[in-house]
């Protein structure tokens, strides 16, 4: 995605049951009555059994839905325990998070998540795109070969990426605390913004302690939120903090 937005992504992950979409309403007053309102927007990405109850909570709201991944299959079949794009676009999901480092860790490949990617852009679903290199690669001095690498295969054969959206989530920051420091992390996301001529939003451990030092790197277009997504006071403060 080109567009001028800053984003406030939340990945709920595999955290949540239908007392959780309670908080939301705190979530959408605070959007309501923010000023910037009109140049944010806030996805939240919850696991798929909350997907359509929470689009119904959110029908007059501005927060919009996505889910954490999907099938490569973008039709029906006999793939058990799997949802695929059209499905999660059925109950109201407008994006979804694909190439998560949790995922890929799982054996998810560049070429299958190629493939996702594409089976959700023609679904009409957005794409938030997760790159980012391990410790090892990070000491290896090779992140730059690594996202470059994730980004070829990972969006080989798509022309129009206007709908897709790069989130830099560097795997040894995931959940750890640890964030990397400002002018790398300026200099990664420059590497990406160069390289895809896409809009970029960092992820890992993203905190309302951290956020003043992330905001003042200023070629971010946003931040995904994992942990600290879960709770709504620390998700309003992070956005916040990002305009004061
Ligand atoms: C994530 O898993 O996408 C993430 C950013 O997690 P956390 O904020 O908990 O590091």
Not at 7 to 34: C, E, P, Q, T
Request: glycine share 8%.
């Amino acid at each position: 995605m080109t567009n001028k937005y800053m984003y406030f992504i939340a990945n709920w992950k595999m955290f949540g049951g239908l007392n959780s979409l309670n908080s939301l309403h705190k979530v959408d007053r605070f959007l309501k009555n923010f000023k910037k309102n009109k140049s944010i927007k806030l996805i939240f990405c919850p696991p798929s059994t909350l997907i359509r109850p929470m689009s119904k909570k959110l029908i007059n709201s501005r927060i919009e839905v996505g889910s954490q991944n999907c099938h490569e299959n973008e039709d029906y079949g006999a793939f058990t325990g799997f949802v695929n794009s059209k499905m999660l676009k059925d109950v109201g999901a407008k994006y979804v998070i694909l190439g998560h480092s949790e995922n890929r860790k799982c054996g998810e490949t560049n070429k299958l998540i190629n493939l996702k990617v594409k089976s959700a852009l023609k679904t009409g679903l957005k794409v938030i795109f997760c790159i980012g290199e391990t410790l090892k690669e990070k000491k290896r001095k090779i992140t730059n070969q690594i996202l470059s690498k994730q980004i070829k295969f990972g969006l080989q054969k798509i022309n129009k990426k206007k709908n897709i959206l790069i989130a830099y989530e560097p795997v040894w920051s995931i959940g750890t605390g640890l964030i990397p420091k400002s002018k790398e992390l300026f200099t990664t996301i420059n590497f990406i913004k160069k390289k895809t001529k896409l809009n970029v939003i960092y992820g890992g451990s993203v905190n309302p302690k951290n956020i003043h030092e992330l905001k003042s790197i200023n070629n971010i277009d946003g931040f995904l939120i994992g942990g600290a997504s879960q709770d709504p006071k620390k998700f309003i403060d992070i956005i916040k903090k990002t305009y004061n």
